[in-house]
């Protein structure tokens, strides 16, 4: 069973940046693909971005393309947020998919992902 355990959320100005982290734990298997989703209230969780466990390569939604970093480093994951919007307001989640591993790509869809953390807030005042 892997868990994953976010921290570094809380509150920024616009313009700002803030660093999330993810430490997973109980992988017996090291061929996961990690991703960061995101969910304001009334809305439906969306990709933030994805990384390969192999290839380190990334996808990034358009909403934060440019702004926000992915990086995977042994057991951690990151997300590096930068120029923060009010709109990125959201509890953002850490997310672990071994569905196929092999794919060139990150899976970018929240069924695709098998374990998840319990999220961490970030709120991003004008």
């Known amino acids: 069973q892997v868990q994953l355990v976010e921290s570094g959320g809380g509150l920024a100005q616009a313009g700002g940046s803030l660093r999330l982290s993810c430490a997973a734990s109980g992988r017996t298997d090291s061929r996961y693909d990690m991703g960061w989703f995101r969910q304001a209230p009334g809305k439906e969780r969306e990709l933030v971005g994805c990384?390969?466990?192999?290839?380190?390569s990334t996808y990034y939604g358009d909403s934060v393309k440019g702004r926000f970093t992915i990086s995977n480093p042994k057991n951690m994951v990151y997300l590096q947020m930068n120029s923060l919007k009010p709109e990125d307001t959201a509890v953002y989640y850490c997310a672990a998919s071994i569905r196929d591993p092999y794919s060139t790509t990150c899976p970018t869809t929240a069924s695709s992902y098998n374990y998840w953390g319990a999220g961490t807030q970030v709120t991003v005042s004008s």
């Open positions: 990384i390969k466990w192999n290839s380190g």
